[in-house]
């Protein structure tokens, strides 16, 4: 059974930064997994925030965090992560982790596409 444990959420102020990862057990190895990260705010549909490809070769970013977030993703520890600079209040949500061995990169940003979840972690920014 696949298990991701996601942390690093918290309050924040706006301008400053924050680290969230998510940890994935349960396969020998996640080398070829699509890895992404989802965000969604109360009243919200879910949406995408940031996935890298299942080679690591490429990754993708919404319009609202490019340049901000960097995705990234450690294949001997089973973990990616999400460096998130220059908050806003917009960024405000639940953010999920996100596996999938069958996601191919045109679908990095379809929730639907991906088999594994976490539970969340809460990040709120404060203005």
């Known amino acids: 059974q696949v298990r991701l444990v996601e942390s690093g959420g918290g309050l924040v102020q706006a301008g400053t930064s924050l680290i969230l990862s998510c940890a994935a057990s349960?396969?020998?190895?996640?080398?070829?997994?699509?890895m992404a990260w989802f965000r969604q705010a109360p009243g919200t549909a879910r949406e995408y925030v940031a996935g890298?490809?299942?080679?690591?070769?490429?990754?993708y970013y919404a319009d609202s965090v490019r340049g901000r977030f960097t995705i990234s993703r450690d294949n001997a520890k089973a973990t990616i992560s999400l460096q998130m600079n220059s908050l806003q209040p917009e960024d405000t949500a639940v953010y999920y982790c996100a596996f999938g061995p069958g996601v191919i990169t045109s679908r990095l940003r379809v929730g639907a596409a991906y088999d594994y979840w976490g539970q969340g972690t809460q990040v709120t920014v404060s203005s």
């Open positions: 349960g396969r020998t190895s996640f080398r070829n997994y699509a």
């Open positions: 890298t490809s299942r080679d690591g070769g490429h990754k």
